[in-house]
């Protein structure tokens, strides 16, 4: 999830467990202590862009990472504070301050290592990166806990109020996937497409609408679905894969395939740009629905660039799609009252 939301989490993980004896304090602590997986973007530069996509949310997102680094910053943490919480408070406020940051990540399509040094990812796939309906109740209710007495009743009972509602929310969205997936299973199949395997995840900023990728041998399709509606209405893009898979790349030094299979979980759809490719990731969707048809490409991937038949630089590539956004369509998209629009 986004910075601001991991804060929140980590705030209110921290008076749970520590705001009687510290107050403000500790929801300050567990706010750092909820940032503290997501400081291994520093590392990626000493990477290839491949290996660096692997290392975040690798092992600093890990359950051994918690275990370890807790006790640590509690030793030196209850030294600092001349010993006033003990030791073994400062150890459970950074343990589940920095264990509940991955497994929030976990509901993502990014997924974390949670048990690395072992390679899965784990991932529910039920929650956009950013979502205003999770993180602005739940803040508004940490802030207004945060302005009352550390020994109120109604702080504490707030502070819990808003870790029910952030955990609810979590497993909402684990169902309205359920049902989604079901629905496009069901579309697929009267439909008669063929889909060999197929996964959905929330568009941007909601858990309301849905991306649906399907995949066979020479095809990837794309639908969408609103839970505001009966059932998937627009049309399925079908896009045809092309010649190139990810066993065709050659590199000119070490062999990056492995990674990008890894990466990607093999939803990754490959063309040539004149001298360059581009792998791009379909987990990540299209722009079309956000910018309501103006420009439909895949939001992220890599591109690499050839000299000759080689692959000899690599670099993240993000559809620059911002610039098109259109709100009200993508508004209209989410609450099911859209029609299709093609692109000029």
């Known amino acids: 999830m986004d910075s601001l939301t991991q804060i929140v989490l980590g705030g209110a993980i921290g008076e749970l467990v520590a705001g009687r004896k510290m107050g403000n304090r500790a929801v300050l602590w567990g706010a750092i202590a909820g940032t503290i997986p997501d400081l291994d973007v520093f590392f990626r530069v000493f990477y290839h862009p491949i290996e660096a996509a692997l290392v975040h949310r690798g092992f600093s997102h890990s359950l051994l990472f918690s275990l370890i680094v807790s006790p640590l910053l509690a030793y030196l943490l209850n030294i600092a ?75 504490r009972r707030l502070n819990r109020i ?84 990810i066993q065709d790349l050659s590199w000119a030094e070490t062999n990056y395939n492995r990674d990008l299979h890894r990466f990607t979980s093999d939803f990754c759809l490959i ?8 792998a791009y990731d379909l987990r990540f969707g299209y722009t079309g629905k956000l910018t309501g048809e103006k420009v439909n490409f895949p939001l992220m991937g890599f591109e690499f660039e050839r000299n000759e038949s080689r692959i000899v630089d690599t670099k993240m590539y993000r559809t620059n799609a911002w610039n098109f956004v259109d709100f009200g369509y993508y508004t209209q998209c989410v609450f099911g009252r859209a029609t299709v629009r093609k692109s000029p």
């Open 271 to 278: 063309q040539e740009q004149g001298q360059r490719l581009r």
């Open 81 to 155: 504070t001349k010993r006033a919480y003990g030791f073994w408070l400062w150890t459970q406020l950074f343990f589940w301050g920095i264990v509940t940051h991955p497994i929030l990540d976990m509901f993502t399509n990014y997924g974390t290592q949670f048990l690395w040094p072992f390679e899965a990812r784990i991932t529910f796939n039920s929650v956009f990166v950013i979502d205003p309906l999770y993180t602005v109740p739940f803040m508004v209710l940490l802030i207004w806990a945060m302005r009352l007495d550390r020994n109120s009743a109604k702080r």
């Open 162 to 245: 808003g870790l029910i509602y952030s955990t609810a929310y979590l497993f909402l969205g684990l169902l309205i996937k359920w049902f989604v997936w079901t629905e496009a299973q069901a579309y697929v199949k009267a439909h008669q497409l063929k889909v060999n395997r197929m996964m959905v995840t929330p568009m941007p900023f909601t858990c309301f609408y849905w991306y649906v990728l399907g995949e066979n041998n020479h095809q990837y399709v794309v639908m969408h679905r609103s839970i505001f509606k009966d059932q998937i209405t627009d049309k399925p893009v079908v896009i045809e894969r092309g010649p190139w898979r």
